[in-house]
Nanobody
Framework: QLQFVESGGGLVQSGGSVRLSCVAS????????IAWFRQAPGKERVGVSC????????NYADSVKGRFTISRDNAKNTVYLQMNSLKVEDTARYYC???????????????????WGRGTQVTVFS
């Protein structure tokens, strides 16, 4: 059974940092593009970042460029999202999602991704 487990979320002060992890079980991540999405209460789920299976040219939403970094460690079957200079508006539940090889051409396209985790909550306070 293919599963993701996200972790690393929590309560953090504005300006702080957290690193989210997305660990896969039941399959290896090597051939999968992995995306991070987030969903704030009452809002739609939106794309944050994506890294293809080849790990070239990761994509970022404009709202997180220069602050967030996505990376992957296939040996650990894990994808990370390093989140720096956090803002209150980054507060959301963060999900990882997977699809073979390529990221969606549009950052917010949830339907592209076949496998999803249950998410981890990040709350940023001022």
């Amino acid at each position: 059974q293919l599963q993701f487990v996200e972790s690393g979320g929590g309560l953090v002060q504005s300006g702080g940092s957290v690193r989210l992890s997305c660990v896969a079980s039941g399959f290896t991540l090597d051939h999968y593009a992995i995306a991070w999405f987030r969903q704030a209460p009452g809002k739609e789920r939106v794309g944050v970042s994506c890294i293809s299976s080849s790990a070239d040219s990761p994509n970022y939403a404009d709202s997180v460029k220069g602050r967030f970094t996505i990376s992957r460690d296939n040996a650990k079957n894990t994808v990370y999202l390093q989140m720096n200079s956090l803002k209150v508006e980054d507060t959301a539940r963060y999900y990882c999602a997977a699809q073979l090889y390529y990221c969606s051409g549009y950052m917010d396209t949830t339907s592209w991704y076949e496998y999803w985790g249950r998410g981890t909550q990040v709350t940023v306070f001022s």
